[in-house]
C-alpha cells in the first residue's frame, strides 16, 4: 500500500478562523492536499481539494493559489493514475476544500457522513459559505452514507475512518496501516488545523460544536499515540514543509 | 413592580467576538447593565454587572469605562436602596459581565444553573477568560442550583428566567410581567448581544455551543412574539440609547 499526498495549492483565511477568538486581523495562509492511497484492493482517495475557479468565484477573499499542477487531475498524473482508475472516494466532510474534484470520478463509490449531505444541502446560518451542494451531486454518483458509532469503520484493509464531529457536523479522520513494518499514519483532516491546535486544544474558529471538537481532539490524540502513528495535519503551514509529497510516497 | 435598568459602563471587544467569523480587526465597544425589580415580594437583582478594577487587572484589552456613579452599587443607591436589601440574585450565566456585583449581597439568594457552576470552577480551554469563580464563591452564600428544563422557572410573580442555552452553557434568559397592562419585558441576555444578532441569527463570536445558540435565538423570539413583549438587549449600542435607565423605570 502507498499513500500519496497531494500537494493542492494555498488558501488564506483571517487567522482567527484557525485560532478562535484570536489572533484577529491577521492573515493566515495554509496548505491544502488531498491523499491518494494506491491500495492491492483498489484505488482510494480521501479527499479531493479545492477548486480554484470555484473559489474565485465564491470566496475571493481568500486568494487561492494553484498552479496547473497541483490540481487534484495533474497530481494524480504525476503518479501516473487516471481519474477514471479511482474506485473509492471517502470525504471527511463536505466543505469545498476537501471535495471540489469528486466530479472527477463519476464512477467511484463516494463515501461520507449521512449529516454531511444534510449539512452541505441546509447548511445553519454561520457556515454557509463552506458548503456547496453542487460540488457534491455528482450526475449518477454511487453514494455510500455512512453513520459511524464508536469504532473503526474500515473502507478497505489497513484504511480506516473514525468519527470525529465538531469542525463539521459528520466530520470523519482517517487511519491508514500500511503495514510492512511502515508507520502507521494517522490524518485529523480539520480536528486540527495545525500541530499548535492540537497540542494546545486550541479550537478553530471554524467549528459546527467546541465541545465536540475538543472530544475528537483528544480521540485522536489518544488513537495516534496507541498506534504510535504518524499525525498530519490538513493545514499546517510549518509542518507541512516537512511532509514528502507525490509523486513521493509513504507506506510501500 | 417596577424594573430598573442599572447602567454599569462599557467594555470592548473586537467586532468578530459579536459576529462570529466577520469584522475582524475593528473595535466594539458595548453598554453593560443589570436589572433591579423593586418587586411586592422582594427586592430581586437579575445580574450584577462588571468589576472596573478586576477587568482592569484581568482582561486589560477590554478597556473598561465605568464612572463611580455607574458601579451597581451608586445605581441601587440612586434610587434609594442598600445592597442588604436584596432578597434575591439571579444570574443569567457566571461570565464576569454579568455577576461581579455578587459579593454586594451575601445575604441575598442566589439562583442560577447548576451547569455555570461547574463551567466558572472548570471553565473549558476557550471560555476561560470569561469566568473566576472568586466573582462567585461569596463567604456564606445561600445558594440555589436550578437545572430547567423546558418551562418558565418562577423566581416570583410575574419575574422568570427559561433556560437559553448556547452563549454559555447553563444561560438564563428573563421574562418580567409587571401586570396592570404594562408591556412586558424581555431579556434575552447573552442570547444576542444586539438586535442585528437576533433577528440576523448571526450568532456571537463567544458561545458554547452555536446550534444550542440559534435554538434559544428562536425560542426567545417565539415568546416575546407571543406575549407581546419588548426584547432589551444586552450589549447593543445602539438601542440602549433608547432604554429608559434608573432611575427611570419600567411597569409602576
Given at each position: 500500500?502507498?499513500v500519496?499526498l497531494?500537494?493542492n495549492?494555498?488558501?488564506m483565511l483571517d487567522k482567527?478562523?484557525?485560532?478562535?477568538?484570536?489572533n484577529?486581523?491577521?492573515?493566515?495562509r495554509?496548505?491544502v492536499?488531498a491523499?491518494?492511497?494506491?491500495?492491492p484492493?483498489?484505488?482510494i482517495?480521501?479527499?479531493?481539494?479545492?477548486?480554484?475557479?470555484?473559489?474565485?468565484?465564491?470566496?475571493?477573499f481568500e486568494?487561492?493559489?494553484?498552479?496547473?499542477?497541483?490540481t487534484?487531475?495533474?497530481?494524480?498524473a504525476?503518479?501516473?493514475?487516471?481519474?477514471?482508475?479511482?474506485?473509492?472516494?471517502?470525504n471527511?466532510?463536505?466543505h469545498?476544500?476537501?471535495c471540489?474534484?469528486?466530479?472527477?470520478?463519476?464512477?467511484a463509490?463516494?463515501?461520507?457522513?449521512r449529516s454531511?449531505?444534510r449539512h452541505?444541502f441546509?447548511?445553519d446560518?454561520?457556515e454557509k459559505?463552506?458548503?456547496?451542494?453542487d460540488?457534491?451531486?455528482?450526475?449518477?454518483?454511487?453514494?455510500?452514507?455512512?453513520?459511524i458509532g464508536d469504532y473503526?469503520?474500515e473502507?478497505?484493509?489497513?484504511?480506516?475512518?473514525i468519527?470525529?464531529?465538531?469542525?463539521?457536523?459528520g466530520?470523519?479522520?482517517?487511519?491508514?496501516r500500511p503495514?510492512?513494518g511502515?508507520?502507521?499514519?494517522?490524518?485529523?483532516?480539520?480536528?486540527?488545523y495545525t500541530?499548535?491546535?492540537?497540542?494546545?486544544?486550541?479550537?478553530?474558529?471554524?467549528?459546527?460544536?467546541?465541545?465536540?471538537?475538543?472530544?475528537?481532539?483528544?480521540k485522536?490524540?489518544?488513537?495516534?499515540?496507541?498506534i504510535g502513528?504518524?499525525?498530519?495535519?490538513?493545514?499546517?503551514p510549518?509542518?507541512?514543509t516537512?511532509?514528502?509529497?507525490?509523486?513521493?510516497y509513504?507506506?510501500?
Open positions: 500500500m502507498k500519496y497531494l500537494d495549492g494555498t488558501l482567527s478562523l484557525a485560532t478562535w477568538n484570536h484577529q486581523g491577521i492573515e493566515f495554509f496548505p492536499f491523499v491518494f492511497i494506491d491500495h484492493d483498489g484505488k482517495m480521501l479527499d479531493t481539494g479545492f477548486d480554484k475557479d470555484w473559489v474565485e468565484r465564491k470566496l475571493p486568494k487561492p493559489t494553484q498552479t496547473a499542477d497541483q487534484i487531475e495533474a497530481q494524480l504525476k503518479i501516473g493514475v487516471k481519474p477514471e482508475e479511482i474506485d473509492i472516494v471517502v471527511s466532510h463536505l469545498f476544500d476537501h471540489s474534484a469528486n466530479k472527477l470520478f463519476p464512477q463509490k463516494f463515501i461520507f457522513s454531511e449531505l452541505s441546509v447548511p446560518p454561520w459559505l463552506g458548503y456547496d451542494p460540488l457534491v451531486n455528482i450526475p449518477g454518483m454511487k453514494t455510500e452514507l455512512i453513520d473503526e469503520y473502507i478497505a484493509s489497513g484504511v480506516s475512518a468519527l470525529t464531529p465538531g469542525h463539521s457536523n466530520h470523519l479522520s482517517f487511519i491508514v503495514g510492512d511502515h508507520q502507521p499514519l494517522v490524518f485529523p483532516v480539520d480536528v486540527a500541530r499548535h491546535n492540537l497540542e494546545n486544544k486550541v479550537l478553530m474558529g471554524l467549528h459546527s460544536d467546541p465541545e465536540d471538537l475538543l472530544r475528537s481532539m483528544h485522536v490524540e489518544n488513537i495516534a499515540k496507541k502513528g504518524k499525525i498530519f495535519f490538513s493545514h499546517d510549518e509542518e507541512y516537512t511532509y514528502k509529497l507525490a509523486p513521493e509513504y507506506g510501500g
